[in-house]
């Protein structure tokens, strides 16, 4: 799970989750393989995008066209399905940015745990980043408030369990990062649907993967169901 346009109110504010299934481990080493191999070009050593990746792991946001191109090539080719909700900060109650984040979170979460009602537990890692720590602490009570509200409390609820990890520890993260990162162009440009649009063209490459995107203020966008397509 991760964040997408916060600090930056001229892009949409995403929280997203990408769901690696039971091959989890197995898409984690194809993505430390391409790292290593990535990592080894000479010809981008020196390049200050290329030494953070090399550093820290894939970044959408950063990542040289040498490093981005073939991580969307292997997204291509794993299985994964992803979940976001999106706001424009107008339909998410909250007083600050951080609290609009916590909602997000708690929404998204409690739609999880409805989703894999029937597994003993659910766990999430959530990449690190400044002002999450409390966030986290605060979690599992508020999401299982909110299921139970919406479900009832006689239905047994998977447990949430939630770890911090960083996008070096655990590359997988990267994922939902390129994912969302094409979900906030598309957006950006109105929700395009004309295939001359690079933005419309990069949403469609990863929308197969897009089990839910839901907007606070324009209800459901996108889903396995219900595709734009």
Request: one cysteine or more; charged letters at 25%; hydrophobic letters at 35%.
């Amino acid at each position: 799970m991760d964040e997408s346009g916060n600090g930056n109110a001229s892009q949409p504010l995403i929280v997203g989750a990408v769901e690696l299934g039971e091959d989890a481990d197995e898409i984690e080493g194809k993505i430390r393989d391409l790292h290593r191999r990535l990592s080894a070009k000479s010809s981008l050593a020196g390049l200050p995008s290329f030494e953070e990746f090399r550093k820290n792991g894939f970044h959408s946001s950063t990542d040289p066209l040498e490093v981005s191109g073939p991580f969307l090539e292997l997204m291509r080719t794993i299985f994964f399905r992803s979940y976001m909700v999106v706001t424009n900060r107008t339909g998410v109650p909250s007083d600050t940015e951080s609290e609009a984040i916590e909602s997000m979170y708690v929404k998204l979460l409690s739609d999880l745990l409805i989703r894999h009602r029937r597994e003993s537990e659910l766990l999430c890692h959530i990449e690190q980043s400044e002002g999450m720590s409390a966030i986290i602490r605060r979690l599992p009570d508020n999401v299982a408030q909110r299921t139970h509200e919406m479900i009832g409390k006689a239905t047994p609820l998977p447990q949430l369990k939630i770890t911090m990890v960083a996008k070096s520890d655990y590359m997988s993260t990267a994922i939902i990062d390129y994912v969302m990162a094409a979900v906030s162009r598309w957006l950006q440009a109105d929700c395009t649907t004309n295939p001359k649009k690079w933005e419309y063209r990069a949403f469609r490459e990863i929308e197969s993967s897009i089990s839910v995107l839901y907007s606070f203020e324009r209800g459901r966008i996108s889903s396995r169901r219900d595709p734009l397509h």
